[in-house]
């Protein structure tokens, strides 16, 4: 093997970079991370939550040391109009119990944490400069980076640059993701007190909740709105794909449909005399396993985000557990590679099979039509919500006229929209899900 | 051409609240000269920080300080009127104090 300068090089210290670099110092290798933002998290954004089995098995004791912000406990889903909102709030022990919990988290405190655990490691750390370049030998291999004029070489670069892969299209030739296969996601961070939270929320103190919602909140387009319960604040934001919020027939900005979401009578009380301290934007892969670039090359391995590895299912939105899980899968790989002698993309495609036989690549598999279907069901974003508000309103509302029976009163609401249409479009989604 | 609806939120305001480093002297993401306006009328739509703007009279205009750095324009319109997007230079762009 020739000499390096470090037997490994990270690009990115997010959630995938960070637990890369830890994994291969731990593992004794010399590592450096350049990671483009000044302090770790500085350019990276979530919703979000972070489902935590995947954390667990790099880091056991997560819980006693990691910024966590709440433990979610309640998972709420809403449907609404322009006026109307019909939600579903579940609990269950079941969600907090070790190994299926998740927290909500915040990504400059979180990836600090993160990063803090790659350098007491032993990782050594460049702040606030991006990678222009990986450095390729004759043969087309990866043997480093530039980075501000500067080249660094090692034995395998690990490709952890976030969701806009800059580099995996310049230098490895993966090819950019489509506007239909990326979402854009835009949040603002609400600052309430802690008691204010768990009161407006129904919570028990350190527990949050989690919703997603659909309809309104992107003017029917296709994409959801969220919310997140942090300690101290709410995160609240939409991602609406990135075709069809492009498309000339949406006439309404993302930062707009942002406003008019927070202004929705279901939605302006929660954040109701809160302090708005945030305004961010990031790109979510949305495309799932038909999206997967390759991300095995000679000398280099690709992980998290830039791999696509997210997965939006309406009802559950994954990608942190996928970037912790990926690189903890590739760095061992590396580290084997290396000490195997051959950092080939023969000698690193122990990465690939660990990645095959894993929830990753089987959870994208198995929903791998479930992004298409989405962008395809128009109703669900447009007609649903407005079919289930005329059935609340059926359901709830007394006027004193002499009612019909109830069946009577929700037949029309469904017989306009066509019976066999409606099952066919549920049995479609469902086969997909 | 496409319509947008009346914009009635001022996201500068909201910009005003992040912490950039501003590079003044480089622009990391650049577009066409005479740029298509249904190209960029894309990006009036989708870019988070509302940095592509059109007034009354359909005249536009884009200032990179202020980008959150996402790439959405890169995705929407890569191939069309966005020239160049690079990262911003060290040290510089937007700096998340939550994210």
Not at chain 2, 4 to 23: C, G, Q, R, S
């Amino acid at each position: 093997m020739p000499e390096t300068d470090f037997d490994v090089i990270v690009v990115g210290s997010g959630c995938a970079g960070a637990v890369a670099a830890y994994t291969a110092a731990t593992a004794g290798k010399s590592v450096l991370v350049v990671e483009r933002g000044s302090c770790a998290g500085a350019k990276n954004m979530t919703g979000g939550r972070i489902y935590s089995h995947a954390l667990k098995k790099v880091f056991p004791d997560f819980e006693s040391e990691a910024p966590l912000e709440r433990k979610i406990t309640h998972e709420r889903i809403a449907l609404m109009d322009a006026s109307s909102q019909m939600a579903i709030d579940f609990t269950s022990s079941e969600l907090a119990e070790e190994g299926k919990d998740s927290y909500a988290v915040l990504r400059v405190a979180f990836d600090g944490w993160l990063a803090s655990k790659a350098e007491d490691a032993g990782a050594e750390y460049i702040w606030g400069i991006a990678v222009e370049e990986l450095v390729k030998d004759g043969s087309g291999k990866v043997i480093g980076v530039r980075a501000d004029d500067d080249e660094i070489t090692s034995q395998v670069v690990i490709l952890a640059e976030g969701a806009n892969p800059l580099l995996s299209e310049r230098c490895l030739g993966n090819p950019r993701p489509k506007a239909s296969q990326m979402a854009v996601g835009i949040k603002q961070i609400f600052e309430l007190p802690e008691s204010v939270i768990e009161d407006r929320f129904l919570c028990p103190k350190g527990e949050g909740a989690a919703m997603l919602f659909v309809g309104d909140c992107t003017h029917g387009n296709v994409g959801g709105g969220f919310l997140y319960t942090n300690r101290e604040s709410i995160s609240l934001g939409l991602v609406a794909s990135v075709s069809t919020a492009a498309d000339g027939a949406n006439p309404t900005p993302v930062y707009q449909m942002l406003e008019d979401f927070k202004s929705h009578p279901a939605v302006a009380p929660i954040i109701k005399g809160a302090k708005l301290v945030e305004h961010s934007g990031h790109m979510v892969p949305e495309g799932g396993y038909d999206m997967i670039p390759k991300y095995v090359f000679d000398g280099c391995v690709i992980v998290g985000e830039t791999a696509g590895l997210c997965m939006n299912m309406g009802y559950q939105v994954r990608g942190m557990d996928f970037a912790v899980a990926s690189a903890q899968m590739a760095a061992e790989a590396v580290v084997g590679a290396i000490d195997a002698g051959d950092v080939s993309e023969e000698g690193l495609k122990a990465y690939r099979d660990a990645m095959e036989a894993s929830f990753v690549i089987k959870d994208l598999s198995t929903f791998r039509t479930w992004p298409r279907t989405m962008e395809n069901w128009s109703s669900m974003f447009t007609d649903y919500p407005v079919m289930v508000k005329e059935m609340g309103n059926a359901l709830f509302s007394v006027g004193g006229a002499p009612q019909a029976r109830l069946v009577k009163r929700m037949m029309p609401i469904v017989k306009k929209r066509g019976l066999f249409k409606l099952a066919k479009e549920m049995r479609g989604a469902l086969k997909s899900l | 051409m496409s319509k947008v609806n009346e914009i009635t939120v001022n996201v500068d305001e909201f910009l005003a609240l992040d912490k950039y480093e501003i590079d003044e002297e480089n622009a990391h993401i650049e577009l066409v000269e005479d740029a298509d306006a249904e190209e960029f009328l894309k990006l009036v739509r989708v870019c988070p920080a509302a940095l592509y703007k059109i007034d009354e009279a359909g005249v536009t205009s884009f200032d990179y300080a202020g980008c959150l750095e996402c790439g959405t324009c890169r995705i929407a319109c890569g191939g069309t009127i966005v020239k160049k997007w690079d990262n911003p230079r060290p040290t510089m762009g937007v700096e998340y104090r939550f994210g």
